[in-house]
């Protein structure tokens, strides 16, 4: 266990300006071990840039790059993402 | 109008300081106003971005402390020695002051006055904010769920929100505080670190599903959550939020 | 258009600008970053290899490496995150004393590290007094937080091309992008080009 460890909710609001829908609840599938669970579970580190790992097995989901003019988004580990429809409504309707 | 409430959401908008306020001798409430602010949930965060005239910026993630209240937004930012951004919001920052933010961000660690489960709270130091957030929209709805939170902090001095927490007491709300390094002549509470003895205690049963949020140190979200399920709590039905550094 | 923050300045100190590439800032911490949760694997159990295209792999055990003979180095070191850290000071073997003697017509290397990370050099970028295997830090040994036992150093590259808690290097014939050059990273990062991401 880690200090640095963060949950994936660290990194909710770049994703959520990215993707436009709430990332946090989000369920992630891993490539490595097939366990799926929130992304807002996922454990996150920072290194040269941003890593989300499977809560279960620690391989790596996800990486994110931030460059001034754009965000690299990679992903190693992550087979599928399930959007709940509900989310992603809630998270560009208008008010 | 349409439009800029879903870019309020998903982009840096600008905010004003309406007011500074101390909770402890570290910590701070700073008050804004967010025009473009769409509401939020009770346990969501905010991302703020500073730019020092250079052109060099930080961010950082914080949670948001207040219940939702139209363009109003409170933070409440614990100084750290070492931090770059914390003693610039807690010793530099005045109203009339303008920062950019980004949120509300978070859909995991949420919690809503209309969920009837019992709630367990566990807080270490500043991790309450997010916690207090829930316990404030809970009282402005005048609900009368069963939540429970135990509290950790340092010593009677360092209880952020300690006068706030004492008069929402009752109507089904129980603060539980425990003091680790050192407590007033007469206290009679919990006087060491959250293990699985007291959190058995408190907690509600797991029977009666109680859905948990834990927020601090993540040494000590790991501690909690570790010993939650070791009394027999749902890991699926604990969520977690550990503050570390945020910076972007 | 991002608004200025009235007084706020950050964390950073002010230092000779020619030594500090462009987009970088200079800090006087040392900033613990890593891509992965950090290892422990106990000095008994460690050891490095040289692999790959070469006629006989080598093997060190922790006693056999802090035999070799090692050097003191000072250097500049950047992160592709923007800091800059002047005059750290380390302690290790450097790569040509590992390689000294091998024979390959290998051209690039890879760096192994327990629990999973590689990152990838062109072979003439680790050698000629380029780079080291690190073992200590300001005088004392290496903390696990930023990669001891032992890490490559390479100050010449963004600091993701020095692998901590490196075990192994393999030389290849052909290049073979890491876990960061995969994933948007630039393949070479040559800090003084900007050199952060693909297309850069």
Redesign the interface.
Same mark, same amino acid.
């Given at each position: +266990?880690? =200090?640095?460890?963060?949950?994936?909710? !660290?990194v909710?609001?770049?994703l959520?300006?990215v993707f436009?829908i709430?990332m946090?609840?989000a369920l992630g599938t891993c490539r490595e071990c097939g366990a799926t669970d929130? +992304?807002? =579970?996922t454990?996150v580190?920072?290194? !040269?840039?941003i890593?989300m790992?499977c809560g279960r097995c620690?391989y790596?989901l996800v990486?994110i790059?931030?460059?001034?003019e754009?965000v690299?988004?990679?992903f190693?580990g992550l087979r599928t993402l399930e959007v709940r429809l509900g989310?992603a409504e809630?998270?560009?309707?208008?008010? | 109008m349409a439009g800029t409430a879903v870019l309020g959401r998903l982009t840096w908008q600008v905010a004003d300081v309406i007011e500074v306020a101390s909770e402890t001798p570290r910590v701070k409430t700073i008050v804004f106003d967010a025009p473009n602010w769409t509401g939020h949930r009770a346990g969501q965060h905010v991302d703020i971005r500073l730019t020092a005239e250079d052109g060099y910026r930080a961010e950082r993630s914080y949670s948001i402390a207040s219940a939702p209240d139209g363009t109003r937004i409170e933070l409440t930012v614990e100084r750290l020695d070492d931090g770059e951004v914390s003693p610039y919001l807690t010793e530099e920052l005045r109203p009339g002051d303008q920062i950019e933010l980004r949120g509300p961000v978070g859909g995991y660690f949420v919690w809503e006055p209309s969920r009837n489960a019992p709630v367990l709270l566990v807080g270490g130091g500043s991790g309450v904010v997010p916690l207090m957030a829930m316990i404030r929209a809970r009282a402005a709805a005048g609900a009368d769920i069963d939540m429970r939170l135990l509290f950790s902090s340092r010593s009677w001095e360092d209880v952020i929100y300690r006068d706030e927490l004492g008069h929402l007491e009752g109507s089904g709300l129980r603060v539980i505080h425990t003091l680790t390094r050192s407590q007033p002549p007469s206290w009679t509470g919990y006087a060491r670190r959250v293990d699985g003895a007291m959190l058995a205690d408190i907690a509600p049963s797991p029977s009666a599903k109680p859905r948990v949020y834990v927020c601090g140190p993540t040494p000590f979200v790991e501690a909690v959550a570790t010993a939650l399920v070791r009394i027999g709590h749902d890991a699926g039905a604990i969520r977690t939020e550990r503050f570390g550094p945020t910076g972007g | 258009m991002p608004i200025i923050s009235r007084g706020f300045r950050g964390r950073r100190t002010e230092g000779d600008s020619a030594r500090v590439p462009p987009g970088q800032y200079l800090t006087p911490d040392f900033p613990v970053l890593s891509a992965g949760p950090t290892p422990h694997t106990p000095l008994e159990r460690w050891d490095f290899q040289i692999t790959g295209e070469i006629d006989e792999p080598r093997r060190w055990t922790w006693e056999d490496f802090r035999a070799l003979p090692s050097e003191g180095v000072t250097v500049d070191i950047h992160c592709v995150t923007k800091w800059s850290k002047l005059d750290t000071i380390w302690r290790g073997v450097s790569v040509d004393t590992l390689l000294d003697g091998i024979e390959t017509s290998a051209e690039y290397v890879v760096e192994y590290s327990d629990g999973g990370y590689t990152t990838n050099l062109p072979l003439e970028d680790v050698t000629g007094g380029k780079a080291w295997v690190v073992f200590e830090y300001d005088g004392e040994p290496l903390e696990p937080e930023h990669g001891g036992p032992a890490r490559m150093l390479v100050p010449h590259l963004y600091f993701w091309k020095s692998a901590k808690w490196v075990r192994a290097l393999r030389l290849l014939a052909t290049d073979e992008p890491g876990f960061w050059e995969v994933n948007g990273y630039h393949n070479y990062g040559d800090p003084w080009r900007e050199q952060r991401y693909w297309g850069d």
């Open positions: +266990m880690d =200090a640095l460890m963060l949950d994936g909710n !660290a909710a609001g770049m959520q300006q436009a709430e946090t609840t929130v +992304m807002g =579970a454990r580190f920072r290194g !040269a840039g890593v790992r620690n790596p990486t790059g931030k460059g001034d754009s690299w988004i990679g190693p989310d809630t998270a560009m309707r208008a008010e | - | -």
